[in-house]
């Protein structure tokens, strides 16, 4: 499972015919949503955010120290994942082996 922490940047990429989608009314809380690609193009309640760049600015975590779930920024919202769908569509921008400090392939 990977692991992300706060402050990094990441992408959001489809895995096989399943991608997330964002709420577009303001839900209590926004959380992402995992849905088909071709099942869910014309959903008035839900946009797609595949190729879209966000921020986690939170890490909510158990008492051993494991990640439940992120609080990212995309497009000015902040919308909720749990850890095992961010393990499935997030991809980190920056290697932390480059320390040039270059942002990765968008």
Known sequence: ??????GELIKIESAGNL?????VSMSSPPTMREMSIEGRTGSQSFKCIEGKAG????????RLDQPLGYRVLIEGRELF???T????YFKLV???????RR???F
């Open 1 to 6: 499972m990977k692991i992300f922490n706060g």
């Open 19 to 23: 991608t997330l989608y964002a709420p």
């Open 55 to 62: 921020l986690i600015v939170y890490v909510a975590k158990n």
């Open 81 to 83: 994942c749990k850890a």
């Open 85 to 88: 769908v961010a393990d499935k």
């Open 94 to 100: 920056e290697d932390p082996e480059d320390e040039s």
């Open 103 to 105: 942002s990765g392939t």
